[in-house]
């Protein structure tokens, strides 16, 4: 079954992201590592696509992303592979044209094989802890007052729970 | 300390489990080391080490009172840390759902032949 979505900082640059998926891990891993697959999803934020979306699936190979909002905005990213298990495990360094994260990301996505799915296990490990800021402060700023609200409202919650 | 430098403090304080054991201890009130230190296996100097990660981060204050001197909760720093965390969810939240129905479709289509987009 699709699990809720766990993000949490870990240690003093990396950022973890982890959820399951109600399909064995060959396809997960299919749907992380072939272009045809990622341009399905990998499209973040509202508004953005793909317009670029290529991946040479060897060790040493390249993979290539750029997306575009509808303002015409676009945002690319390169990236290496560094270790291709499938369907266990891809090791990757990726950078933004930008470069708004100051350096390489070293990207390792797990993905074990439990009842009815498969656990990803995602680690985005910056090259500083100023630029784990980084990639969330350029690019991604927009909607952070909803952000906000939203976590108002759970803070709100937790509050009447404790009075309650 | 520029906001940059307290947002990483805060990253730092947030990424130990026992420190944000306290943290969750602390949303039901204020509570002194002692009161901390209670639940973990933990001597009250490694609590007070972890505490004053914490106050340097923002995330707690702790009181006059000299002999107890109880710890709060600080609300601000927090929230700034958990928005961050809060829009990287977001953009991952939408990716995701994206990639469950494809892996719904691919899985009722399993067994035709795969085609390019």
């Given at each position: 079954?699709?699990?809720?979505?766990e993000?949490r900082?870990?240690?003093?640059?990396?950022?973890?992201i982890?959820?399951s998926?109600?399909?064995?891990p060959?396809?997960?891993?299919d749907?992380?590592?072939?272009?045809q697959?990622?341009?399905?999803?990998l499209?973040g934020?509202d508004g953005?696509?793909f317009?670029?979306?290529?991946i040479?699936?060897?060790?040493?190979?390249?993979?290539?992303?750029?997306?575009?909002?509808t303002?015409?905005?676009s945002?690319g990213?390169t990236?290496t592979?560094k270790?291709?298990?499938?369907?266990?495990?891809?090791v990757?360094s990726?950078?933004?044209d930008e470069?708004?994260?100051?350096?390489?990301?070293?990207v390792t996505?797990?993905?074990?094989?439990?009842d009815g799915?498969?656990?990803?296990t995602?680690?985005v490990l910056?090259?500083s802890?100023?630029?784990r800021?980084g990639?969330l402060?350029s690019g991604?700023?927009?909607?952070?007052e909803a952000?906000?609200?939203?976590?108002?409202r759970?803070?709100e919650g937790?509050?009447t729970?404790k009075?309650? | 300390?520029?906001?940059?430098?307290?947002l990483?403090?805060?990253?730092?304080?947030l990424?130990?489990?026992?420190?944000?054991?306290?943290?969750?201890?602390?949303i039901?009130?204020e509570?002194?080391?002692?009161?901390l230190?209670?639940?973990?296996?933990?001597?009250?100097?490694?609590i007070?080490?972890?505490?004053k990660?914490?106050?340097?981060?923002?995330?707690?204050s702790?009181g006059?009172d000299a002999?107890?001197r109880?710890?709060?909760?600080e609300g601000?720093?927090?929230?700034?840390a958990?928005?961050w965390l809060?829009q990287?969810r977001?953009?991952w939240?939408?990716n995701?759902?994206?990639?469950?129905?494809?892996?719904?479709?691919?899985?009722s289509?399993?067994?035709?032949p795969e085609r390019?987009n």
């Amino acid at each position: 079954m699709p699990s809720k979505l766990e993000v949490r900082a870990d240690g003093e640059s990396a950022v973890v992201i982890e959820r399951s998926f109600a399909a064995p891990p060959e396809l997960v891993f299919d749907c992380w590592t072939k272009p045809q697959f990622v341009k399905q999803w990998l499209t973040g934020p509202d508004g953005w696509r793909f317009t670029v979306c290529e991946i040479d699936l060897r060790v040493g190979g390249q993979y290539r992303y750029v997306w575009q909002n509808t303002q015409g905005v676009s945002m690319g990213m390169t990236g290496t592979l560094k270790e291709i298990v499938r369907p266990e495990k891809l090791v990757s360094s990726e950078i933004f044209d930008e470069d708004w994260t100051g350096g390489e990301a070293l990207v390792t996505a797990v993905f074990s094989r439990e009842d009815g799915g498969t656990r990803v296990t995602q680690t985005v490990l910056y090259s500083s802890a100023q630029a784990r800021e980084g990639a969330l402060a350029s690019g991604m700023t927009e909607g952070m007052e909803a952000g906000y609200q939203r976590l108002d409202r759970v803070l709100e919650g937790l509050t009447t729970q404790k009075a309650s | 300390m520029t906001e940059s430098e307290r947002l990483d403090a805060t990253f730092t304080a947030l990424a130990d489990p026992t420190r944000r054991a306290i943290l969750a201890r602390l949303i039901e009130g204020e509570a002194s080391v002692m009161e901390l230190a209670e639940p973990f296996a933990m001597s009250q100097p490694a609590i007070s080490k972890h505490l004053k990660m914490l106050e340097r981060a923002g995330l707690i204050s702790r009181g006059r009172d000299a002999q107890r001197r109880p710890c709060r909760i600080e609300g601000e720093a927090l929230k700034a840390a958990t928005g961050w965390l809060e829009q990287y969810r977001k953009v991952w939240e939408g990716n995701f759902r994206r990639l469950d129905a494809l892996l719904d479709d691919l899985q009722s289509t399993a067994g035709r032949p795969e085609r390019d987009n």
